[in-house]
Nanobody, 120 residues
Framework: QVQLVESGGGLVQPGGSLRLSCQAS????????MTWYRQAAAKQRELVAS???????IYADSVKGRFTISRDNAKNTVYLQMNSLKPEDTAVYFC??????????????WGQGTQVTVSS
């Protein structure tokens, strides 16, 4: 079994910064791309940023230039550095990754989510 656990969410004022972390644990053989999604109240879940195992990144247009995704493969962890936060960034942030287990099966794993609230 594989788990993803997010941390680092909280309340921040507009213009502030937060750093989210998501660590994978369990019967991991290989982690492929790692992706951050977010879901605001009454809205659909949307992709925020993604990073391949080799470090190639993509970002939603709404966060380009403000958010930075990175990963530490040795720690099975992905990070999301969020700067210049805006009220519209308020959402529950989830990490997701397809993982090849030690048994060589591939599972699509989601974290439980962490709340980010941007408000004065």
């Amino acid at each position: 079994q594989v788990q993803l656990v997010e941390s680092g969410g909280g309340l921040v004022q507009p213009g502030g910064s937060l750093r989210l972390s998501c660590q994978a644990s369990g019967s991991i053989f290989e982690i492929y791309s790692m992706t951050w999604y977010r879901q605001a109240a009454a809205k659909q879940r949307e992709l925020v940023a993604s990073i391949t195992s080799g470090g190639i990144t993509i970002y939603a247009d709404s966060v380009k230039g403000r958010f930075t995704i990175s990963r530490d493969n040795a720690k099975n962890t992905v990070y999301l550095q969020m700067n210049s936060l805006k009220p519209e960034d308020t959402a529950v942030y989830f990490c997701q990754a397809p993982v090849k287990t030690i048994a060589r099966s591939i599972v699509n794993v989601w974290g439980q989510g962490t709340q980010v609230t941007v408000s004065s």
